[in-house]
C-alpha cells in the first residue's frame, strides 16, 4: 500500500530580536570611539534638559507681569508674554470686539481639510463641503452680510490668515501642477514649451520677489481703481509658485509610470483624460506622496512672508503684538516658541497623515 503523506507544518518564521541592554552595547557601546562620543552626547544631552527645564519650569514666570518677567531675565522664562499678548498673536489686528469671528471661521476652514483627510467624505459631495466652509470662512471673516460688521481684509491676520493662504494655495495649486505636469510630457510643442517656461521661470526666483511683484508691480499694469485686492494677488502669487514646484513632483512620477499603461489603456478605448484619471494619475501621485506632502509643508511655512506685503500672518502678528509694546518686547523667544509649537502641530500633523496614506496606497497596491 502507498505510504500515506502527511505535510510538515511550516516553520515559524524566525525573529531576531534582543535585549534592551544588548541593543544599547551594539549601536551605542561596540567600540572605544562609540563609547566617548556616546557618553559625550548624553552628558550634553542630560545638561540640556536641565538647563531647558530650569529655565522653561523651574524659574520660569507665567503670570502676566511684565516687572516679575524682568526681575526673571536671564534665569528664567516669561510665559506671561503668551497670556498677555496670544489673543493679538493668533487673530491679529481683527477688531477685538469681533473676533470670535475669526474664531468661527477657522474651524469652518478646517472642516473640510479635516474630512478630505477621511476616506467616508471621499464622495462627490465633499465638494460642497469645501465650497460651505470656505464661503462661511470669507463671510465671517469679511462680514458685510447677515448684520456682520463689515472687516476689510488688511487687517486680517494670526493663524486664521496663515490658514487662509495655505489651504487655498494648496487646494487651487493641486489642479494646476497636474495640467502643467501632463502638459510638459505632451507631444505639442507649443503646449510643452509653455509649460517649460512657466516652470523654470517661476522657479528661478524666490517667493519673497514673487510676492513683491504681485503686490508692487501688477498694479502699476492695470488701471487706476482696478487693482484687485492685495490678498487676492498675494494668493494668486502663492498659488502659481506653489504650483510650479509641485508640477515638477507630478512629473516625476509620471515617469514612473511606464507607456505599456498608457498603451493599455489605449487598447480598450479609453480617451486620453479617461486614462489619465483612471489608471495614470493614480499611480504617479501615489509614488510621489511624500514629495507632495513636503511641498504642502513648506507652502504652510512660506506663508510667513506674506509680512512684506503688510499682510501679518501668525508671525507678522508677533512682531506687531511685542514690536509696539517695550514692556513685553525683550520676550520675543518665549513667543516665538509659541508659534513655533503652532507650526510644528500643523506639520507633524500633516507629516503623520502622509505616512498614513502612504501605508494605505502600499496594502492597496499589493
Partial sequence: ?????????????????????????????????????????????????AKGFNWGIVNAVFAPDADRCQAARGLGACWGVINEKARFILLGR???TEQWRPVLATFALLAPVLASCSTRFWKPSLALIWAAGLALFFVLMG??????????TDVWGGLPLTLMLS?????????????????????????????????????????????????FMLPLFLPVGKSPDVLVRVIVGITLFAAAYMAEIIRGGLQTVGRGQAEAAASIGLSYWQAQRKIILPQALGAV??????????????????????????????????????????????????????????????????????????????
Wanted: with cysteine.
Fill in 167 to 215: 489651504v487655498i494655495s494648496m487646494v487651487l495649486a493641486f489642479p494646476i501642477a497636474v495640467l502643467v505636469a501632463l502638459g510638459r510630457r505632451s507631444d505639442m510643442p507649443a503646449i510643452r514649451s509653455l509649460c517649460v517656461v512657466y516652470v523654470e521661470l517661476v522657479r528661478g526666483v524666490p517667493l519673497i520677489s514673487v510676492l513683491f511683484m504681485a503686490s
Fill in 1 to 49: 500500500m502507498p505510504e500515506t503523506f502527511h505535510p510538515i507544518p511550516p516553520m515559524p518564521t524566525p525573529v531576531h530580536s534582543i535585549g534592551a541592554m544588548a541593543s544599547l552595547r551594539q549601536n551605542l557601546f561596540s567600540s572605544v570611539p562609540n563609547t566617548v562620543l556616546s557618553l559625550l552626547l548624553m552628558a550634553l544631552f542630560a545638561w540640556l534638559v
Fill in 94 to 96: 481683527y477688531p477685538q
Fill in 289 to 366: 506622496v511624500p514629495s507632495i506632502v513636503n511641498n504642502f509643508i513648506s507652502l504652510f511655512k512660506d506663508t510667513s512672508l506674506v509680512t512684506i506685503v503688510s499682510l501679518y500672518e501668525l508671525t507678522g502678528a508677533l512682531s506687531l503684538a511685542l514690536g509696539s509694546d517695550p514692556n513685553w518686547r525683550p520676550f520675543k523667544i518665549e513667543a516665538y516658541l509659541f508659534i513655533a509649537a503652532i507650526y510644528f502641530a500643523f506639520c507633524y500633523a500633516m507629516s503623520r497623515y502622509s505616512l498614513r496614506l502612504e501605508k494605505r496606497l502600499a496594502r492597496n497596491g499589493k
Fill in 143 to 152: 462680514g458685510g452680510v447677515a448684520g456682520l460688521e463689515k472687516v476689510p
